[in-house]
């Protein structure tokens, strides 16, 4: 019999899981069933206790993230070694990472890596912080009278700095933007949009720990919103949104307690 830890003629497929927003139920159930028959998980940070518990006792699991990015302090290098490894012994190996793995989630350099070393992969997809936060603050993100595009934007850039490659005037004339790792530059982002055009009472709204306990949604317009979030308190994991789209939130919060009283 050939022992699991010698090379195998046939390597083992690497799966790249989303988790979902945050609540252990907004998985797939292809997830769940990948994750819970997996030999080896691979995880960030953000994923939640109750998924972790998933895992098979007998499987070997390994965090390569860091609390409050998604994205891992883990050097890419080492988990691309990782997923490698353990697959060409012949596992099943999921890399759970939380959203989708291709939403601001190096799911597609994980994907490159394995396909240039021959080595099986599929990627399964999961709902991305900004489906999973608009929804759960009752955000319709493309509502017909909230305009007709929604761009997913990283924040994760000093937008100072020649790193950020954002097109702030292309990004002001869109109807809804939703940005993620954003929190730490909120300040300058929300000035970056303003000055290129973008009118300072454009709703915006901050969601924190999305679908999770703790969750949190701050409503302002695009002037006040990173004061209002600083004043809250707010931390990572955040998401911002600005947009037509937040106005709505309003507007279903209002219908949704008229239908509860008269209820
Ligand atoms: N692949 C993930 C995104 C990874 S980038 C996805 O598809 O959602 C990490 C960023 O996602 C965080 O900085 C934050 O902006 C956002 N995020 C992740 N989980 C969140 C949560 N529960 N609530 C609010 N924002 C969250």
Redesign the pocket.
């Known amino acids: 019999m050939l022992s699991r830890l010698e090379p195998s003629a046939r390597p083992g497929t690497v799966y790249l899981v989303?988790a979902g927003?945050?609540s252990a139920d907004l998985i797939t159930v292809r997830g769940l069933k990948l994750l819970q028959s997996a030999d080896v998980v691979a995880h960030d940070a953000?994923i939640h206790a109750e998924l972790l518990a998933e895992i098979s006792p007998a499987a070997e699991r390994v965090f390569v993230g860091k609390r409050g990015?998604?994205?891992g302090s883990t050097r890419q290098e080492t988990i691309h070694e990782l997923l490698a490894r353990h697959a060409r012994e012949g596992r099943s190996v999921v890399r759970l990472?939380?959203?989708?793995?291709c939403?601001?989630?190096r799911g597609g350099e994980e994907a490159e890596y394995l396909a240039e070393q021959g080595i099986p992969f599929e990627i399964v997809p999961?709902v991305?912080?900004?489906l999973g936060?608009c929804a759960a603050a009752n955000i319709p993100l493309t509502h017909r009278e909230a305009g007709q595009v929604v761009a997913f934007v990283t924040g994760h850039f000093d937008p100072d700095s020649a790193e950020c490659k954002l097109d702030w005037a292309a990004l002001a004339g869109l109807s809804n933007l939703v940005i993620?790792?954003?929190?730490r530059h909120v300040e300058r982002i929300t000035a970056k949009l303003a000055a290129a055009g973008m009118p300072g009472d454009t709703p915006a709204a901050v969601?924190?720990?999305?679908?999770?306990p703790g969750m949190r949604t701050i409503d302002g317009e695009l002037a006040t919103i990173a004061g209002l979030a600083r004043a809250a308190g707010v931390q990572?994991?955040?998401?911002i949104v600005i947009g037509p789209a937040v106005r709505f939130r309003d507007r279903l919060l209002q219908l949704a307690e008229l239908a509860h009283t008269s209820n």
């Open positions: 989303g927003p945050g953000l990015y998604c994205v990472k939380c959203g989708d793995p939403v601001f989630g999961g991305t912080t900004a936060a993620y790792m954003g929190l969601i924190e720990n999305a679908t999770l990572a994991p955040a998401i």
